[in-house]
């Protein structure tokens, strides 16, 4: 893995709480200058995403946007 490197991170399947756990591992996994595209579904997954992104030390490139005004939201982060 390359810095500036994109991933993504889909979890519009996945159900609170593991969503939280999904997108934490990946994020622990990333290095410094690398980008995680996340993909995910609802909007008490997008909440508690959002509150959990405060807590921990990204930096929120792209907010979180719904996708064509539906339930599916999608946001950028990376790793300092």
Do not use: W
Not at 61 to 79: A, H, R, Y
């Amino acid at each position: 893995m390359k810095e500036n490197e994109i991933l993504h991170l889909d979890i519009r399947d996945k159900k609170c709480p593991m969503t939280t756990v999904y997108i934490r591992a990946s994020f622990d996994s990333l290095l410094s200058g690398q980008i995680l595209e996340i993909t995910l579904k609802g909007h008490d997954t997008y909440r508690n995403i959002s509150d959990m992104l405060k807590i921990i030390p990204c930096k929120i490139v792209k907010d979180f946007q719904s996708i064509n005004d539906s339930d599916v939201f999608s946001g950028v982060i990376t790793k300092p």
